[in-house]
């Protein structure tokens, strides 16, 4: 593959994948600047490595797991980071936009789990991933997928009202 050719797959997977990378990785790391550092990060890991795809699918999950393992890196070494709470600025975010009161309220509920909990909802409930495909992008059992739903669906229960998913984050 020549320079042009990296050029502009680099470029289409940009366009394609970083609005769903940033969803994944802003509900993690709950902040808009550390949440655009992490996809360059992904971006930057994708162009170096280029690995070779079985599929488009498989393109997406690799994305979706580096760009989680990235976040999961950064918030292991910046643990004192700033958080600012979503309210503040959910004006201003396109990932809120289109958005309405419900779904937000959900969203601040998926905001307080923890990571393992938070990465199988977004991936199940909000990506719509089934149990299998987000066991094979987390790498995780399938028994583990569905028992870390089933806490996050209890933890969820107890700080509001229970979660059904759904949420749709339309970028405008």
């Known amino acids: 593959m020549n320079r042009e050719e990296r050029n502009a797959d680099l470029e289409q997977v940009i366009e394609k994948y970083s609005n769903m990378l940033y969803k994944i990785c802003f509900v ?6 550390d949440t655009k550092d992490v996809l360059q990060e992904t971006f930057i890991t994708y162009m170096t ?3 070779g795809f079985a599929s488009e699918e498989h393109k997406k999950a690799w994305l979706i797991k ?12 910046h643990k004192r980071h ?3 709470p979503l309210d503040e600025v959910e ?24 990571y393992n909990l938070k990465s199988v909802v977004i991936l199940y409930y909000v990506e719509g991933y089934s149990v299998k495909e987000t066991a094979q992008i ?11 739903l ?3 669906r209890q933890i969820l229960a107890k700080l509001g009202s229970a979660y059904e998913g759904g949420i749709v984050c339309e970028q405008v």
């Not at 580096?66 to 070494?77: A, G, M, P, T």
């Open 138 to 148: 987390l790498r995780i059992s399938e028994v583990a997928v569905k028992k870390r």
């Open 66 to 77: 580096v760009s989680q393992n990235k976040c999961k890196e950064f918030l292991r070494f």
């Open 28 to 33: 993690i790391l709950k902040n808009e600047q």
């Open 82 to 84: 700033a958080r600012i």
């Open 49 to 51: 490595k280029r690995p």
């Open 150 to 152: 089933q806490r996050a």
């Open 91 to 114: 004006e201003a975010l396109e990932i809120t936009s289109g958005m309405n009161v419900e779904d937000k309220e959900k969203l601040r509920l998926i905001w307080n789990l923890n």
